[in-house]
């Protein structure tokens, strides 16, 4: 079987863009691949946190990949920390990576504008732990949102780079994006994404949002003044809609444009947040039963450390040999 492995920050309740863009479609993989799935806490360190919140989100965001039905029987799941091996890989790989190629990236620009005061090393090599996450388990493809797709081309790179230089040790690993939904855009300015670290919290659908609150947010959605329901460059906020309303209910565009034709967008909007209500409806009564058996939680996340940590030491023991670390008899 082919091997699928990805990861999330556990920096806030997920959005409906990490829902749609990732976890929704790593639920669906796990029949037909052999899957790793993590809570990438060390990443989150790049942007300054409080320990106790953070501590938290972790415990809720390995909660949540439960509750959207990703299935430690079928798939290994686990925290990055916990695994030591990230964190090592990850320096090896910092050696190996470029100043010019990390200055490049686009999240890192981001970034480093939106936290001028603190831009620190770790933002500037988020890239090669992520590599290193990828990599230690040699994995084939990777499912991720669109944002993600600059840091997987990185990763192949690097791996190449490092192939060259000591011989075949990595699998060059492929992004894996949905046929829609890639990209899911912030409610209130549909030319951005949708992000769980936007100010405004009507810009974004948490997965753990009421049914009201969901509706409200979907009333209160930015679209166009041309009040018709179609699929077409320049109406971002709509084709935002369409998108979601397509991938929760399995409906194409055409069907869609069919089903709103003649109707106003009051009417349309109503449909999709009713639509994502009930998609996530699950989601929210899991989760609620889930945080209730911490002990269930924690017995879950180390199981999972353990066997993520023996996987993963057969891929750093032959680069630590490569690279001309002595070995620790
Ligand atoms: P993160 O935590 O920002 O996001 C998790 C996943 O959600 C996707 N995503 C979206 N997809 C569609 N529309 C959106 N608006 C949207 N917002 C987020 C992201 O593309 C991502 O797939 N660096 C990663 C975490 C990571 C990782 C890894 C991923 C660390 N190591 C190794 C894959 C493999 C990140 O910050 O994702």
Known sequence: KKIILSGIQ???????GNYIGAVRNWQQLQEDYQCAYFIADLHSLTVRQEAAKLRKQSLEAFALLLACGIDPQK???????????HAELGWILACNSLFGELSRMTQFKDKSAKH????????????????????LYQADYVPVGADQTQHLEFTRNVAQRFNNLYGNTFKLPEAYLPPEGAKIMSLQEPAKKMSKSDTNPKAFISILDDHDTIIRKFRSAVTDSEAKVMFREGKDGINNLMTIYSVVTGKT???????????????????VGEAVSEELRPVRENFARLMNDKAYLEETYRAGAAVAQRISDRTLAKVKKKVGLLANP
């Open 10 to 16: 556990p920096t806030g309740i997920f959005t409906l």
């Open 75 to 85: 798939s290994l799941m686990f925290i990055q920390s916990h695994v030591h091996n």
């Open 116 to 135: 001028a005061d603190n831009i620190n090393a770790g933002l500037f090599t988020y890239p090669s732990l992520m590599a290193a996450d990828i990599l």
């Open 253 to 271: 565009y055409e069907q869609i444009e069919d089903e709103f034709n003649g109707k106003g967008y009051g009417d349309f909007k109503l449909a």
